[in-house]
């Protein structure tokens, strides 16, 4: 038996170190798909995560949450399905906006998903919370997505107007044609995007 002297204080542990796992049992069927099957309102959001070298990250795992349309943070607990004889996950039912996502980096780094703009809160303007899981992260990583077309609420965003013009540029994403944004990660080195530290 170990005991330890209550006077020494202990140092916390590090997380284990991540993956390369996520393949196995985290993705699900429908993961990007936030938005009901074809609503009109739908958005694409996609982009890359790269590392501190630039190369893309082949095995990370986003997983986004959002408001709906409304700012309502209520989403629809119901929406997943499991297959009545296996009891695994067949996906979504495609009616229901849930506001949570989770998409597997492809081969490339490259991650999308199709979801509906975010509401704006009091006093924020419209986002999505991005989580980032990745190889070698002890811990996983909290950042936002902003909407470029939200120029005069993201002037005001309380988080947003904190950053300095080059890290505040990091949390804005670009938008593309056909109701499409690009939102690129970077976990390190030039251009490192803005990740938020909740205590």
């Given amino acids: 038996m170990t005991t330890t002297n209550p006077a020494t204080p202990l140092t916390p542990t590090p997380s284990h170190t991540i993956g390369p796992f996520y393949g196995y049992a985290l993705p699900f069927p429908g993961g990007p798909d936030l938005a009901p099957a074809g609503h009109p309102d739908t958005i694409s959001v996609h982009g890359y995560v790269y590392d501190g070298a630039g190369d893309p990250v082949q095995d990370a795992l986003i997983e986004i949450w959002q408001a709906a349309p409304d700012g309502s943070l209520d989403g629809a607990p119901g929406s997943m399905r499991r297959d009545p004889v296996t009891g695994g996950f067949v996906g979504r039912n495609g009616i229901d906006f849930t506001g949570f996502g989770r998409i597997a980096t492809d081969k490339d780094g490259r991650w999308s998903a199709h979801t509906l703009p975010p509401g704006a809160r009091p006093g924020h303007a419209p986002y999505i919370s991005v989580c980032v899981f990745a190889r070698g992260l002890l811990n996983h990583l909290f950042t936002r997505l902003y909407f470029p077309d939200q120029a005069e609420a993201n002037a005001t965003d309380p988080l947003l107007s904190s950053l ?28 490192e995007t803005a990740f938020l530290d909740f205590v």
């Fill in 164 to 191: 300095d013009e080059e890290r505040r540029a990091t949390l804005v994403a670009t938008a593309e044609p056909n109701r499409t944004y690009r939102f690129d990660i970077r976990l390190q080195g030039e251009g």
